[in-house]
């Protein structure tokens, strides 16, 4: 919320991503930033790989979106990650509206 609240909406979602980066670390919570993820198909890795915004204390996705509204596609695609990850919690957060949107996801 401290990023939303000092940055606003209206740029893009690399500037959010950076905010939060330097605000985590402020805050001394653990992340790992754009980690590598590799996805499975009938137990054998993929060449493919996907790479969530964050994960937070080694356990919670965070994705980043800066949209005019969430769909059905950005929570499919945050139940897809973290089926792929194998974690259970992840955050979706919209830096898009003139207040933050989130959602919680347990999987």
């Known amino acids: 919320m401290e990023v939303h609240r ?9 500037v959010y991503q950076a905010a939060m980066e330097m605000e ?4 001394d919570i653990p992340f790992r ?9 009938k137990g ?3 060449d493919k ?3 969530p915004d ?3 204390f080694g356990e919670i996705i965070v994705e980043i979106k800066a949209l005019s509204s969430l769909s059905g596609t950005e929570e499919a695609q945050m ?7 194998g974690l ?3 955050v979706l957060l919209n830096f898009g509206r003139p207040s933050l949107q989130y959602r919680r996801f347990v999987y």
């Open 79 to 85: 139940i897809n990650y973290l089926r792929a990850a």
């Open 54 to 56: 964050l994960i937070c």
């Open 33 to 41: 930033s754009q980690p590598q993820v590799t996805v499975q198909y």
């Open 24 to 27: 985590l670390a402020l805050r």
């Open 44 to 46: 054998r890795d993929l």
């Open 6 to 14: 000092e940055l606003g909406p209206g740029f893009l979602e690399a």
């Open 88 to 90: 259970k919690v992840g």
């Open 49 to 51: 790989v996907y790479q």
